[in-house]
């Protein structure tokens, strides 16, 4: 039986947070690298629609609601700094990118009532929150549907998401091995087997997202998979320019219909997963439905008659997962310090998944990290942990 090979850090995955993590550690003199990854063409950041935005992509209200103001103000924080870190990294890299608004529309009175208390409780908090009526808004758009807007200033941005994952792969250079099949962890090297062999290293980074419960059981429950899907538009009048920068991202009906402007005349448009069966929960494959992309037309042409769109054709259906308490999973696993997971990024996957490879690199690198301790897996289960119990 031949003998594993060595490394000193395994990474399962191949979309942003795996890229990101192998990217960050190397900046930090790790060099001894393995990757198992799938055809990076099916991975989950593959599917995303390409923007990237501050915040949460559920208003604030939602998180200070159940969890106290203290607390949404620090995943807030961390959030926002994601988004920055993703920036600063495609300026540097030389990545094209657009920047825009992050706007949220309302569309119904129970809507502004919660507008009016989030730019209440951000703007105390020291974020950058406004709440202006339809009309001075956009002058010359008269939707009777369309009551006001809450905007979070320039917080937002389009970004090709395969020149982002090819930079990064480019930027890694670690041992590429096929899809890992198990692993184990016995106190000494954890092995981890895959279609070739198998192989020695002393940290684990999971994050496969969806297959993530295969190898991790304990986390299976805590795990729902779900189905979504966004596609391309543009303005059925070729000669009209959408009164939005290309990169503001949008949402609406409590995001549960959301967006980015990518150019002049065109957009992407996702959500509607009310209209799949159990809203999309427990989905087995990521179906694009034509009564979706019907539908996403539908509300926004309603949304704005002077502005309408029909589809190019192009989109995605997406399958990934959510925490059970709606909270990113980012850390080293409970009970098992040296197996480290990203996942469940609550729609803000470019960003927080790049924000967790780094969080991720820096944990095993033992240096200071701006990762929530809310954040850890463990969380989910009380367990002694040996990683103190600071921030």
Known sequence: MSVPYEFDIAIIGGGITGLSAAYHLQKLGFSRLCHFRKDPDHSTSIQSAGFVSGGMADNFTRLSHPRGIATAKQIWNFCDLAYDTLLEYLQNAGIPHQTGERLRWMVSEAEVAEAHKAVQQLSSEGFTASYEAATPHVPGLSSSRWLGTQKEGSRAATVSVPLLLQNLSAASKVTLLGEAQSFQSTGGPITVTHAGGAVHTQFLICAQHLSLGGLLPNLAESLVPYADQWSEFQLRDRTRVLPWKPGTVFSWQHSHIWGVITGPNTLRIGGGRYLRAMAGIEAKVASYEQKIVQHLAEVWNGLWPELLIETTGRGYGIRDCRPCDELPLIGPMFGESRVLLGTGYMGQ??????????????????????LPRLLWPERLRSLPSDKGDES
């Open 349 to 370: 996957g470019l960003s927080l998944g790049f924000m967790a490879g780094r969080c991720l690199a820096e944990l095993i690198a033992d240096k200071p990290t701006k």
